[in-house]
């Protein structure tokens, strides 16, 4: 399906967003929000969400905006990739997620793949930074980058979390149900190319 109505409310509510971030003027004010209640409610028409959820989604942003990064650990054991089983949706895709303030990529990717899976890993190659839009995921109403860092495994045991309800290891061929929001077949497929070619480049957009 053409995504363009979401880049456009995305587009809308980062002018409305920066605008009420430096404007002093009143008038303008009033304008931005304005503007602002529009993109939201193109995001709620389209995606089909409340309108009172997506003004949650956008309630704490309030200073310039940025696309918001997600960070994903890839991890292989015997030519097979560590997927993590999601409790909403029964899904799987490789640990991680938003990165946080004061915590640089490396750090947080050890994080989150022992707490969502319990392995114990070493990070070692940037895989991809790409632009959520480029991509077949569903649609979001934030401006997102993925970043996907390969890591070695060295220690620890399966172990599931609040977030995860199933912890595994799945060859290239024999993938699991993926969560589109969080991964994609061509994503995965491209973290074995990395397996398949440790000289490999790192991918972009």
């Given at each position: 399906?053409?995504?363009?109505?979401?880049?456009?409310?995305?587009?809308?509510?980062?002018?409305?967003?920066?605008?009420?971030t430096y404007t002093k003027e009143p008038y303008e004010i009033e304008r931005y929000q304005e503007l602002r209640v529009l993109g939201q409610e193109i995001l709620s028409?389209?995606?089909?969400?409340?309108?009172?959820?997506?003004?949650?989604?956008?309630s704490e942003e309030k200073s310039y905006a940025t696309p918001k990064v997600d960070i994903r650990g890839i991890v292989f054991r015997d030519e097979k990739i560590l997927l993590v089983q999601e409790r909403r949706d029964g899904r799987?895709?490789?640990p991680g997620g938003?990165?946080?303030?004061?915590?640089?990529?490396?750090?947080?990717?050890?994080?989150?793949?022992?707490?969502e899976s319990g392995f114990i890993v070493k990070?070692?190659?940037?895989?991809?930074?790409?632009?959520?839009k480029c991509h077949p995921h569903p649609p979001s109403p934030f401006y997102i980058y993925k970043i996907l860092i390969q890591c070695e495994l060295t220690g620890g045991e399966a172990s599931e979390s609040h977030e995860t309800s199933g912890v595994d290891f799945f060859a290239k061929d024999?993938?699991?149900?993926?969560?589109?929001?969080?991964?994609?077949?061509?994503?995965i497929a491209e973290c074995f190319e990395h397996l398949r070619d440790?000289?490999?480049?790192a991918a972009f957009d």
């Open positions: 399906m053409d995504q363009q109505w979401l880049r456009w409310a995305q587009r809308v509510l980062a002018i409305a967003q920066n605008g009420l028409r389209y995606a089909e969400v409340p309108v009172e959820r997506v003004a949650h989604f956008f799987w895709c490789p938003w990165a946080d303030v004061g915590e640089c990529p490396s750090e947080m990717v050890v994080r989150e793949v022992q707490e990070p070692t190659k940037l895989i991809a930074v790409y632009d959520k024999d993938l699991p149900p993926l969560q589109m929001d969080r991964t994609s077949p061509g994503q440790p000289q490999r480049r």
